[in-house]
C-alpha cells in the first residue's frame, strides 16, 4: 500500500538560499522538497511539502495529515525552541514525526540546545544541512520496511 509523508517546513525556511548561507546553505525550500521528491520517486511513497511562518498554521498542517499522512518530517524552525502548542499537536495526531534542523542546533546558541518536541518525535536530526530531510525520510522508509534495516 502507498505510504504518505508530509514535509513541513516552519517560519522563516521560505527563505533558504538567501538566509544566513553560512548557517543554513545556498539550498533553497524548492529544491528541497524536489530532491525529497526525486529521493522518494524509487519508492511507493507520495509526498506532500507545506510551508508556514504561522505556528497555529503549523498545528493544523498536523491535525490535517493525521486523515492522510503516515509520517511527518518537520522542520519547526524556531519554534523547536519555544512550542508547547506543536508538541502538543504531534502527540495528538498519533504520527511518527521527524524532527529536522538544517544546522547543528546542539552548536548553536544556549536557546537552541532546547527542543520542545524532540521528545516526543521519533527522533531528531540536526548538522546535515538539506541531506538531514533525505535521512529522514529513510529513517521513515526502514521504519516501513521500504528500505534494508
Ligand atoms: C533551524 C534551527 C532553528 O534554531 C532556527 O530557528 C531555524 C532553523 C535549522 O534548520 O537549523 O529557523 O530549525
Not at 539550498?27 to 529521493?39: K, P, S, Y
Not at 519554534?79 to 502527540?91: E, G, P, Q
Amino acid at each position: 500500500m502507498t505510504k504518505h509523508i508530509l514535509l513541513l517546513h516552519g517560519p522563516n525556511l521560505n527563505l533558504l538560499g538567501t538566509r544566513q548561507p553560512e548557517v543554513y546553505g545556498s539550498t533553497t525550500l524548492a529544491d528541497i522538497n524536489a530532491a525529497a521528491e526525486g529521493h522518494l520517486a524509487a519508492f511507493e511513497v507520495k509526498l506532500r511539502t507545506a510551508q508556514s511562518n504561522h505556528e497555529g498554521a503549523l498545528v493544523d498542517r498536523l491535525h490535517d495529515a493525521r486523515d492522510w499522512a503516515d509520517g511527518v518530517v518537520f522542520n519547526p524552525g524556531a519554534y523547536t525552541h519555544t512550542s508547547i502548542a506543536l508538541r502538543d499537536a504531534i502527540v495528538a495526531i498519533e504520527l511518527p514525526v521527524i524532527e529536522v534542523h538544517l544546522s547543528n542546533v546542539h552548536g548553536r546558541e544556549a536557546f537552541r540546545h532546547q527542543s520542545m518536541l524532540a521528545g516526543v518525535c521519533l527522533g531528531q536530526i540536526a548538522g546535515f544541512g538539506w541531506h538531514g530531510y533525505i535521512l529522514a525520510m529513510d529513517a521513515l522508509l526502514r521504519r516501513w520496511d521500504l528500505l534494508p534495516a
